[in-house]
């Protein structure tokens, strides 16, 4: 009995062993294909657009259809490949239905930010190895590092498919700036009995930091003399103005951190 274990390769080819599994078909005729409505909406099929753009390797994972010419697996990959005028590279296995299409979408694992993180660091992606020193010395998570959006010029949206990419950029000023807001936060912190969310709030002492009515250095000295005042919210509305009323306290001039 042949299996895959029996499968060896001999100076870069493949030993007689070896047979092939299955076939893969090609074609541009988007209209053989059906869906099960039960299946899952395609969510991110526009984001396999813009890799293709990059680099087209549908060729390499061909959608799974039964003998019906149902979408079993890949149901994104198709949209986006029709969606841009690309073939589509099929295999058919006949006798799979919904309970198998759920068993493959269950079964499947996406990389997340840390396989990302470390898979750009070995690569030694020094905007990368900068982001993994602050996520380490703080603990904050690697998604909202990343998405913190330090600079103020890119949608999160935009810079979570920019960081898969590998085209973050976080450069040095970048990590002080995290770094020194996380300084703020962990006064806080300290001085709250309740636990503060460290995103919602790192994101409102950004905004602040970028107010320029705002002295950071007096801001430090407020939460260290009056950090008791801060309070869990409900919202980041709720949080500016509690970091608002703690920065004006005892304060003759006023100043408003809604700009």
Not at 98 to 103: G, H
Not at 150 to 159: L, M
Request: hydrophobic share 35%.
């Amino acid at each position: 009995m042949e299996t895959l274990e029996s499968t060896t390769k001999n100076n870069g080819k493949m030993s007689d062993h070896s047979k092939k599994a299955y076939e893969v078909f090609v074609t541009y005729d988007y209209n053989l294909f059906n869906f099960y409505s039960s299946n899952r909406k395609p969510t991110h099929y526009k984001q396999i657009m813009a890799s293709m753009g990059l680099r087209d390797l549908s060729n390499c994972l061909p959608i799974l259809v039964n003998e019906d010419m149902i979408i079993i697996d890949g149901q994104n990959r198709f949209h986006a490949c029709k969606e841009s005028g690309r073939p589509i590279y099929y295999h058919i296995q006949p006798g799979l239905d919904e309970d198998a299409m759920i068993i493959l979408n269950t079964n499947q694992v996406n990389w997340g930010p840390s396989q990302y993180l470390r898979y750009y660091c070995i690569k030694r992606n020094f905007d990368y190895l900068r982001l993994k020193d602050v996520h380490l010395a703080t603990k904050l998570g690697i998604s909202l590092l990343h998405t913190i959006n330090i600079s103020g010029v890119t949608p999160q949206k935009s810079s979570v498919m920019l960081f898969n990419k590998g085209e973050l950029r976080f450069k040095e000023h970048d990590k002080q700036t995290v770094k020194s807001l996380y300084g703020y936060f962990s006064v806080l912190q300290a001085a709250c009995s309740e636990n503060l969310p460290s995103g919602l709030l790192m994101r409102q002492l950004l905004k602040i930091s970028r107010n320029r009515k705002v002295n950071m250095s007096q801001f430090g000295d407020k939460i260290k003399k009056y950090g008791f005042m801060m309070k869990r919210q409900v919202d980041s509305k709720a949080y500016l103005v509690n970091l608002e009323d703690i920065y004006n306290h005892y304060s003759a001039t006023k100043i408003s951190f809604k700009y």
